[in-house]
């Protein structure tokens, strides 16, 4: 007997009803992406997924199960069958090979059938390993924990479980949009709608000369980091030169962010439509910047209808580094090549922006001409795997 | 593709690359070994030792230590000149368009263990002037560093007077940085007492230079060990680094007049199109013609660059794009230009190799973004 699979336990499946099936086949299907390199034979029943491990050693392919979103916790278990003598025997056998001097034994009894109940089994097995070593019991603050579930065809014992990413399997619960700026916090809201199940596909607004083509290759590192929740993502690049020039021939000063935003939002959420995706998503944290107050992000939001997702809205910067760091993506972030040039940034842009104001001044010049020139020039890269491949 | 940043790295050339795979498939034993292919390993490397010096006409009185870099190459100079030698004084004088790896050794032992370093002042075109340095010398003086061709502007420095005014000092050496002045213009070699470059800025392989001293010179070593390079340098030395080193000075300073004359004539164009357009020139006439450096009256340099690298020009700016780095130069600072003269600088620099076309089309480039592109 050995303790030689994993047992994988679904994330936020309750609440889920109908669509149990759905998640459970598109959690299988990332799963088995996610284990790819380890060529392992995974399969799922009502209530989990197991992968045989054979001779591989678990904690590598625990470590990439914890980057896969819609698992609540991972289980390396010992198989055996649904009789008191095995069990014993296997709990008897995982309790040594830990070899704490004391113990705690909890049973679920899954399948009613079984002549004796939860309690009746645990003092059993409990005896049995009292009788056949020199550990003690502790219920409070056991040395070793063993967790025993009983179903009808087989006795699943496991003494360690590791926490899952959560939320809900990738791609279930469609794509968003996501404006990408190569700061430090659009990679992480990005990560946000990731670990809730929700594929991104990113959008940059890049101002070449006034930008340096390194921001891209910065983004595409970010990526890379992402890579790890999500295997494939898409990046697109709007060129956005002519816009930001416009603007600033047309639009006082205190203006030029408020609408340049809206030029970005009118701009991601055509894509957005494009792409099929069902939100537009921005790394925006209220307050933090002046177009990011909730005046600023009315007059920006005036433009569309269509749903917009600010994962961070409420997050503070420090708590945002703090997970930009946990990422990888913050060394990255802070490179000295900025998302936006000097030369474009006001001096002091309206923090209460006037919707009436707003509409006036983009009215000076042909924006939805200009919108089409950008959508129709979009560059588009894939990511996959932690390197960029050739279109799809 | 154009590439005009020749001062930053230069291409190997293939003569240069042979003799490094000659050299490796060769005579790969180590050259302290003591068995007979370490021996004629060795006798390789001080062949190429020996061929350096005489390229330099300095053969008779200097040794050359191979390394890694001019980086490193100054560091072992200046360091090891001045911990020798701080019983005879602690004033070392470098000039104040020194290249980093010059000027942050210095206040290294500045701060570390308390050397007085001045400031020689250069003139309004980046020159260390004769009559500055006679003004700064007495003798406390123990080290004088000034560069032969600046990096940033192409200025170029009387070495033999300075050397002169120097030498007038028995205490004091003279340290010379010549990596932008190897094949760029005359030296007087033999009148320096150290020297430093490095091969990758003269077509040769990046990861080797060189430091050549006169032989009675003495230098706390950089790195402690088998005792190599005179004790100087401890290190295998790689005997095909060497050889590819010595390979790429010949030929640097056997094509230096043909490559002076033909670089001249595309600088007089560059110079003369650069003030046709407004442009401040921080070059001058007289100067190395192969680093021609501007200021940007009214745009970003940074966003200059960006655009020329996005038509496939490459030429060398000090600042990124950023409100959080912009930096200004120090050398044009030193040289009396503004800040923003000295924010948005662009430096060209010409090789040998570079055609007319190529600095043609820089500059209909140039004039095409200054209208393109938004000023500051």
Redesign the interface.
Known sequence: MKADTLMIHYGELSTKGDNRKAFITCLLHNVRVALKKFGLPCHADRDHIYVQLGEEDPRPIIARLKEVSGIQRISVVMKTAPQLEEMREGVLQLLKEENKETFKIDVKRVDKRFPLDSYGITCDLADYVLDHSDYAVDLHQPGAKVKVTLRSDAAYLSCHEELGLGGYPLGMIGKVTMMLSGGIDSPVAAYALIRRGIKVECLHFAS???????VVDKLKDILVCLNDYQPDIKLQIVPFTKIQ?AI?ESVPEPYCITVMRRMMIRIAVAMAKKNKALAVATGESIGQVASQTLESIGVIEEVTNFPILRPLCVEDKLSIIEQAKRLGTYEISIR???DC???F?PKRPKTKPKLEDAKFYESKFDYETLIQECLQNIETIYISEGKEVEGK | MTYLDFASSTPPRSEVLDRFAELNRESFANPSSTHALGREAERKLEQERKTLLDLFGVGASHRAVFLSSATEGNNLALKGVALQYSNRGKKILVSSTEHPSVIEPLDYLANTYGFEVIRIPVDSLGRVLPETLQGLMDKDVILVSVMGVNNETGAVNDLAALSKIVHAYPKAFFHSDLTQAIGKTDVPYKDLDLFTFSAHKIHGLKGVGALVLRSSIRLVPSFHGGGQEYGFRSSTVSLPLAGSLVKAVALSLKEQKKSIAHVSALRDVLLEGLQEKGMVLNSYPEGCPFVVNFSLPLH?A???V?????RGIYVSSLS???????QVSYVLLAMGKSKEEAGNSIRVSLDGSTSLEEVESFLNNLSA?LLE??P?
Do not use: F, H, N, W
């Open positions: 070449p000369p006034y930008t340096s083509y390194a020039e600033y000295p090549y900025e040039c000097t030369i940034k | 970003k940074s966003v200059i960006e655009g020329l690298s996005q990124a794009c950023s409100s959080k780095t912009d973004l592109v938004r500051r």
